[in-house]
C-alpha cells in the first residue's frame, strides 16, 4: 500500500492553522498513524486508528479521515511544532509511511 | 520509564554482516511486538521488521527479505536484527520500536544506531 502525503513542504506562520493529507492507494479503513519528528530526534506518535490523540499529545493536533484520504490538522501552530510529520499505514504488510511533510518556519 | 536502547552499528563493507541489539526496559517486554525500523541520510522512514510477542508472527519489508533476521529474547528483554550481504543502499540511522497493545502502532522508539556500509 502506498501513501502519498501532501504537501512535502510547507512554509507556516506561528498561530496558523495547518494541514497535512495522506492518500493511500487502497482502502485501509482507520488503520493511520501520524508521526512527528524532530531533527535529530526519533518519531513521536501523534494519532493513531486515523482520529485517536495519544496520550500527552497537545490537543491542538487532531486527525480525521477513512477510507483512503486522510488529515493531520494543527490548530494554532506553536514554535515546537516546527518538524517533520509522517503518516503510516498498519492495515497490510508491508507497512508503509508517507514521503513527509516538512513544516517549516514562515 | 519506557525506553529502549539501541546497539551494535558500525561501519562495515559491502557483503559483510552486522548484528543489532535493542534492550528494552521499563515494561513487561513479552508483552509486546516489536519493530525495527530504518531511516537513510536525510530521507524518511522505512519499516524493516516486526515479530510478535513470542515470535510466532514475523514479517520484513521487501528490500531485506531473505538478508535480515529480526529476533528476540525475552528472558533478556532484548530485541535482534541480524544483517548479512549488507549493501550501501542500508546505510542508515535504525530504530527499534514497541508495538502498542492490542494494535502495532509504533508507540515508543529509541533514539537509534547508526549502520554504515561502505568498501
Known amino acids: 500500500i502506498q501513501l502519498t502525503q501532501s504537501p512535502s513542504f510547507l512554509s507556516a506562520s506561528v498561530g496558523d492553522r495547518v494541514t497535512i493529507t495522506c492518500r493511500a492507494n487502497q482502502g485501509i479503513t482507520s488503520y493511520l498513524a501520524w508521526y512527528q519528528q524532530k531533527p535529530g530526534k526519533a518519531p513521536k506518535l501523534l494519532i493513531y486508528a486515523a482520529s485517536l490523540l495519544e496520550s500527552g499529545v497537545p490537543s491542538r493536533f487532531s486527525g480525521s479521515g477513512s477510507g483512503t484520504e486522510f488529515t493531520l490538522t494543527i490548530n494554532s501552530l506553536q514554535p515546537e511544532d516546527f518538524a517533520t510529520y509522517y503518516c503510516?499505514?498498519?492495515?497490510?504488510?508491508?507497512?508503509?509511511f508517507g514521503g513527509g511533510t516538512k513544516v517549516e518556519i514562515k | 520509564e519506557v525506553q529502549l536502547v539501541e546497539s551494535g552499528g558500525g561501519l562495515v563493507q559491502p557483503g559483510r554482516s552486522l548484528r543489532l541489539s535493542c534492550a528494552a526496559a521499563g515494561f513487561t517486554f513479552d508483552d509486546y511486538a516489536m519493530h525495527w525500523v530504518r531511516q537513510a541520510p536525510g530521507k524518511g522512514l522505512e519499516w524493516v521488521s516486526s515479530?510478535?510477542?513470542?515470535?510466532?508472527?514475523?514479517n520484513y519489508g521487501d528490500s531485506v527479505r531473505g538478508r535480515f533476521t529480526i529476533s528476540r529474547d525475552n528472558a533478556k528483554n532484548s530485541l535482534y536484527l541480524q544483517m548479512n550481504s549488507l549493501r550501501p543502499e542500508d546505510t542508515a540511522l535504525y530504530y527499534c520500536a514497541k508495538a502498542a497493545a492490542i494494535t502495532m502502532i509504533f508507540d515508543v522508539w529509541g533514539k537509534g544506531t547508526t549502520v554504515t556500509v561502505s568498501s
Open positions: 503510516q499505514q498498519l492495515k497490510n504488510y508491508p507497512l508503509t
Open positions: 515479530i510478535s510477542w513470542n515470535s510466532g508472527n514475523i
